[in-house]
């Protein structure tokens, strides 16, 4: 123990034997998660690709969903747009949606212009076997809901982390759920009464307090117990308490799923 201790002390004391050890553990623990992080960012690359090409036409609408993958779908679009001279309305569902269509020099529309979508392509924090969707990890599931309300087609990507066989497998910081802020209290509690679990209030990380979506809610991440539920039932019992304005649950809504491997492959599901 006096040794392991000191051991430990001489580490970290500056001597000049074992630094060199430290360091090569820490750039091959950097490496790897770098490795790491790019075959995620390749998945989601070749998913994205992948819908876009096989989804979208020419002279269409498209709703253009939020997060970390959508990157790669509008970076697609834009390039088929320059390529092969399609015409494209984009239709945002977040705020960061709509920068992403400007800044590739995308024809941004809205839904008074166009209230119907052709297809729909955004991304998921979960997709399970029956191809219910846990939406809103990054906190912009309202406008994605109602966007995909309005497509003939919702087409999700994602990498492989994503795919599940049922809700909370993989997924583990639970369904997020979309409040009027002065009600988030009665919500949470109501929703742990009838259904168990607990909900956590979100908070944001570079403001004091909840995050605030983009339209102006709170959001409660409800990590719910392991159970068979019957995902539809519990949308629609949460929708009906008042303060809730949307849940992050995306029930009979997604027509097709592109997975994203690290091996450079695609795997797809259909509904
Ligand atoms: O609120 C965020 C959206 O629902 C995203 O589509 C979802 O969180 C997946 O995002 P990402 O592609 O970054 O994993």
């Given at each position: 123990?006096?040794?392991?201790?000191?051991?430990?002390?001489?580490?970290?004391?500056?001597?000049?034997?074992?630094?060199?050890?430290?360091?090569?553990?820490?750039?091959?623990?950097?490496?790897?998660?770098?490795?790491?992080?790019?075959?995620?960012?390749?998945?989601?690359?070749?998913?994205?690709?992948?819908?876009?090409?096989?989804?979208?036409?020419?002279?269409?609408?498209?709703?253009?969903?939020?997060?970390?993958?959508?990157?790669?779908?509008?970076?697609?679009?834009?390039?088929?747009?320059?390529?092969?001279?399609?015409?494209?309305?984009?239709?945002?569902?977040?705020?960061?949606?709509?920068?992403?269509?400007?800044?590739?020099?995308?024809?941004?529309?809205?839904?008074?212009?166009?209230?119907?979508?052709?297809?729909?392509?955004d991304g998921a924090d979960e997709v399970?076997?029956?191809?219910?969707l846990i939406k809103?990890?990054?906190?912009?599931?309202?406008?994605?809901?109602?966007?995909?309300?309005?497509?003939?087609?919702?087409?999700v990507?994602a990498?492989?982390?994503k795919?599940?066989?049922?809700?909370?497998?993989?997924?583990?910081?639970?369904?997020?759920?979309?409040?009027?802020?002065?009600?988030?209290?009665?919500?949470?509690?109501?929703?742990?009464?009838?259904?168990?679990?607990?909900?956590?209030?979100?908070?944001?990380?570079?403001?004091?307090?909840?995050?605030?979506?983009?339209?102006?809610?709170?959001?409660?991440?409800?990590?719910?117990?392991?159970?068979?539920?019957?995902?539809?039932?519990?949308?629609?019992?949460?929708?009906?308490?008042?303060?809730?304005?949307?849940?992050?649950?995306?029930?009979?809504?997604?027509?097709?799923?592109?997975?994203?491997?690290?091996?450079?492959?695609?795997?797809?599901?259909?509904?």
């Amino acid at each position: 123990m006096f040794q392991r201790f000191f051991g430990t002390v001489s580490l970290f004391s500056g001597s000049r034997s074992i630094n060199p050890l430290l360091s090569s553990i820490v750039a091959s623990r950097a490496s790897s998660s770098a490795a790491a992080k790019m075959s995620l960012d390749l998945a989601k690359k070749i998913a994205a690709f992948k819908a876009v090409d096989e989804y979208v036409r020419d002279n269409t609408v498209v709703g253009v969903g939020s997060g970390s993958t959508v990157v790669y779908a509008v970076q697609r679009l834009a390039e088929r747009v320059k390529t092969e001279g399609l015409k494209l309305v984009c239709i945002p569902t977040s705020f960061q949606a709509r920068q992403l269509i400007i800044e590739s020099g995308l024809v941004l529309g809205d839904l008074e212009q166009h209230p119907k979508i052709h297809c729909a392509i955004d991304g998921a924090d979960e997709v399970d076997a029956d191809m219910v969707l846990i939406k809103g990890g990054g906190g912009c599931l309202l406008q994605e809901k109602i966007v995909a309300s309005c497509a003939d087609q919702l087409v999700v990507i994602a990498d492989y982390t994503k795919n599940s066989k049922k809700l909370g497998e993989q997924y583990k910081k639970g369904i997020p759920i979309e409040v009027v802020p002065m009600a988030y209290v009665p919500i949470r509690n109501k929703v742990a009464a009838k259904y168990g679990g607990s909900l956590k209030l979100r908070m944001a990380v570079a403001k004091a307090g909840p995050v605030v979506t983009d339209n102006g809610n709170f959001i409660l991440d409800w990590h719910f117990p392991e159970e068979k539920f019957d995902w539809d039932v519990v949308n629609r019992d949460i929708m009906m308490i008042p303060g809730v304005v949307e849940t992050g649950l995306f029930v009979k809504m997604a027509t097709k799923a592109y997975f994203g491997l690290a091996d450079g492959s695609v795997t797809e599901r259909s509904a």
